[in-house]
């Protein structure tokens, strides 16, 4: 279902309204189409070109805006930071330990864990596969103007800010 489908279907809801008293609907369903259109689309990209998935690139990206010089993070941290199950973690640091994108030291603090590390070529896949993300997501958003983005991004965090 495009977008004008789905405006149209809203407006005729008169039909057979689920909840007539709310204009949400509005809201949610094409912030959730959008979210799931540019997730599938950059996955899309990252998997033919990259042979890699979002969820790889957010442990690059997450590893390489540590706060130490060395791009360093433990395992906990990254699926803190990430809403990442420890299974879940485990899965993508060994695929991307595979592709030698990330290294894993002894932890000198905690004998019981390794750290997690960006390699040269791990931050070299990111700065390119980010690039070409951000040049999809601009062409996604052609069509929108600079003002109105703005906007946008003005009131999605208004409302992520009334979630957190």
Known sequence: MNANELKLKLDNKGDHPICSDSD?????????MLSQKLLTRIGDLLDRKYKMSNSELDVLASLHSAYDEKHTLTPTKLYERLFFSSGGMTKVLKKLEQKEFINRL??????????VQLTPSGKDILEKSLSDVIKLEEAIFAHVKSDER???????FKALDGVE
């Open 106 to 115: 002894n932890n000198e603090e905690d004998k019981r864990s390794k750290l």
């Open 24 to 32: 949400i609907g509005y809201v949610t369903l094409p912030l959730l």
């Open 150 to 156: 703005k906007s946008l991004s003005d009131l999605l």
